[in-house]
Each structure stands twice: as structure tokens, then as C-alpha cells.
T-cell receptor, first 113, second 112 residues
Framework: GAGVSQSPRYKVAKRGQDVALRCDPI?????LFWYQQALGQGPEFLTY????????KSGLPSDRFFAERPEGSVSTLKIQRTQQEDSAVYLC???????????FGQGTRLTVV | QKEVEQNSGPLSVPEGAIASLNCTYS??????FFWYRQYSGKSPELIMF????GDKEDGRFTAQLNKASQYVSLLIRDSQPSDSATYLC????????????FGTGTRLTIIP
């Protein structure tokens, strides 16, 4: 596809349930970012991959959050034992080396009930 | 103090007028600065980036950067109803493809 693709677009999880969010970056994009955007807030950085290497995970809020990109393309953000405060839109962005910006996907809206 | 601060608005501007959006940042090591537009329920879309002091123009949009004052702004000339959106300011410590630190955004409404 032409853009960053995320799935599912919407996810409702019961508190305590594990969820997995998928990101398909633009083909050939080396860099991949995950951001969390709470309602009425700007996106907050979670983690960054360059190819399959996770270079920065300083934004992951707890050890319940885990991200991987095993083959340097598709990435999965996993949240274990979801809590209500995890409710947010999770945005994935990708870019090529040397780009000064990243292209965002449409996001996954997670609601924990 | 938040790393990137914006007035949350809402900011209402008549159609055809100039909309002025402001952003301040706390990290003096910031090197590059971005303005994203986000329509309700949509993902952020890059409008402009700037990394040198002064003005940068692109069509109806002008970004202004003053590193000494740690201030960046976005001017939208001849505002259109389609410009109604939330505008996010973001900063980056480097020039490469690195993590962005976003403000909370300013909601702009253009009044026909």
C-alpha cells in the first residue's frame, strides 16, 4: 500500500486482557515509531526501531508494553493485562533514513472497559 | 514545565484572515521543528518543518523560528474553513529521523 497501515482500527478490550496492535510501514522505510495519543493530548513517544533493532524504548509506560519488529518490516505493539489508563489512540509512523519527518498511519483506537 | 507548550485554544479566526499559532519549547538542544495538522479522528499530517532561524514559506503557510527565544510559530494566510483542525507543534533534538516531542495542540476554527 501507499501509506502506513495499522490494524485493527478499533479495539475494545476488557480490563486484564492482552492486545496486539499491528503496523505495516511504507515499503522500504527503515525507521518505525510508536506513539500513544490520549484524548485531547498530543502524541507521546513510546518506542523507535531502525530496521529490526529497537533503538529507543524509553517511552514505554510500563513492562506491560512490548514492541517488536522481527524482520525489520511489520511491527507489533503488545499490551499485557490492559488497564483503563491504556485507552488511547496508538499511532505508528515510518520514515526513511535521513528523512526529517515520519508518515503516520491512521492509528488504532483502544478502549479498555 | 512541559517540554513543548501550545495554547490549547480554541482559536477562532474569520475566513480570509491570518491565523497565528504559537509554540514554545524548553530544550535548548532542539534542532528541528515541525507543524502537523490533525483533523478530528484522523492521524497527524505534516504541514511544515523548519530548522533555521527566520521564516520559511510554503504556499499559504509560513513557519517562523527564533531559537534564542525558544519560540516557533505558524501563520496561515487567507484562512479557509478546511483549515479548521488541531495544529500540533513538535520538536526533535536532531536532524535525522528521530523521536518527536509534541505539544498538546491548538484547536483552530475558521469561521465562514
Amino acid at each position: 500500500g501507499a501509506g502506513v497501515s495499522q490494524s485493527p482500527r478499533y479495539k475494545v478490550a476488557k480490563r486484564g486482557q492482552d492486545v496486539a496492535l499491528r503496523c505495516d510501514p511504507i515499503s522500504g522505510h527503515v525507521s518505525l515509531f510508536w506513539y500513544q495519543q490520549a484524548l485531547g493530548q498530543g502524541p507521546e513517544f513510546l518506542t523507535y526501531f531502525q530496521n529490526e533493532a529497537q533503538l529507543d524504548k524509553s517511552g514505554l509506560p510500563s513492562d506491560r508494553f512490548f514492541a517488536e519488529r522481527p524482520e525489520g518490516s511489520v511491527s507489533t505493539l503488545k499490551i499485557q493485562r490492559t488497564q483503563q489508563e491504556d485507552s488511547a489512540v496508538y499511532l505508528c509512523a515510518s520514515g526513511t533514513t535521513g528523512d526529517m519527518w515520519a508518515f503516520f498511519g491512521q492509528g488504532t483506537r483502544l478502549t479498555v472497559v | 514545565q512541559k517540554e513543548v507548550e501550545q495554547n490549547s485554544g480554541p482559536l477562532s479566526v474569520p475566513e480570509g484572515a491570518i491565523a497565528s499559532l504559537n509554540c514554545t519549547y524548553s530544550d535548548r538542544g532542539s534542532q528541528s521543528f515541525f507543524w502537523y495538522r490533525q483533523y478530528s479522528g484522523k492521524s497527524p499530517e505534516l504541514i511544515m518543518f523548519i530548522y533555521s532561524n527566520g521564516d520559511k514559506e510554503d504556499g499559504r503557510f509560513t513557519a517562523q523560528l527564533n531559537k534564542a527565544s525558544q519560540y516557533v510559530s505558524l501563520l496561515i494566510r487567507d484562512s479557509q474553513p478546511s483549515d479548521s483542525a488541531t495544529y500540533l507543534c513538535a520538536v526533535n533534538r536532531g536532524f535525522g529521523n528521530e523521536k518527536l516531542t509534541f505539544g498538546t495542540g491548538t484547536r483552530l476554527t475558521i469561521i465562514p
